[in-house]
């Protein structure tokens, strides 16, 4: 098991825990690097505000301030299980090659670590980063702190409103509704859950989470679609609107439904819902290497590849694996 790192700042710097209020400054943040590694400047406080809404911002999220009080980095951390714990770090290109993502970087395996003492012992516990593979120093730097490359995520996207998306036809005895509050709750998540078995690298969600996420502001139940066979759910696509443009969360089509047009149908409407709301396009991550076939189910709904980003982990403690695992 490694040792617990420590959190260093360069001289000139200190940090604290996000706060609302700096929603705005992080989106600027953000854009700037989009910049940096040949994307877009699109994103707003609504956008950070969606990303923030199931973290506790006072352990999940830090940002490092500089002398004048600009925020010249910012990290944020998901926790799957204790096991799995994901960091998002962006430092401003202004403020590149003075330590801020190495501090970055021992701020996440920091948090991990305090995240490990609460994992199930027999487990295997790893901290985890998605650069830019257009980002060849964040990769370097990685690489120096014994992250390894284990797959890439494409991030693809399509314009709206998408080509045939209202005609696309629903497959027999198969009905598509919108989430009803109150009422679909648990069975839509343990249908998400059953559908997600097959991603790699995936320790099961929670209810909570779930919860949590129905609470977030910028949640629209008519962007929950799911995909009824009688009583039982056979499919989910969710996404959310922010800034005016889309984002899926999740597509999910549980295993005897597969193969029988539900992902397309699902994707087809959440995309005429999306530009009925106004958003002009959308866009959502994928595993290249999925078990599913996602990749090609997006391809044949119009999306084209917009970026790719590379997991990367390193192991703070060796186990079991509690990802979900592809089984027959």
Known sequence: MISPPTFHLPSGYRSRAAIEADASAVAAL????????GGRADLGAESVLEDWSTLDLANDTVVIVDDAGHI???ASLINRQHAVIVIYPEVDPSHEKRGLGTALIGWGEAQAHLHMVEADPRHRVVARHYPNRANSEALRLLNRHGY???????????????PDAAERATPDHIRIEAFRPGIDDRQAFDAMEDAFRDIWGRPPSTFERF?????AATFDPGLMLIAWDGDQIAGQAWSTITDGQAWTNAVGVRRPWRRRGIGQALLAQSFAAQAARGATRSGLSVDSKSATGAPRLYLQAGMRLQRTHVLMDRELRPGIDPSIAVTD
């Open 30 to 37: 953000q854009n700037a690097v989009q910049l940096r590694e």
């Open 72 to 74: 010249a980095a910012h």
């Open 148 to 162: 390894a490359e284990e797959r890439d995520i494409n991030v693809m996207e399509i314009d709206l409103p998408a």
């Open 211 to 215: 919860q949590r996420m129905l609470q």
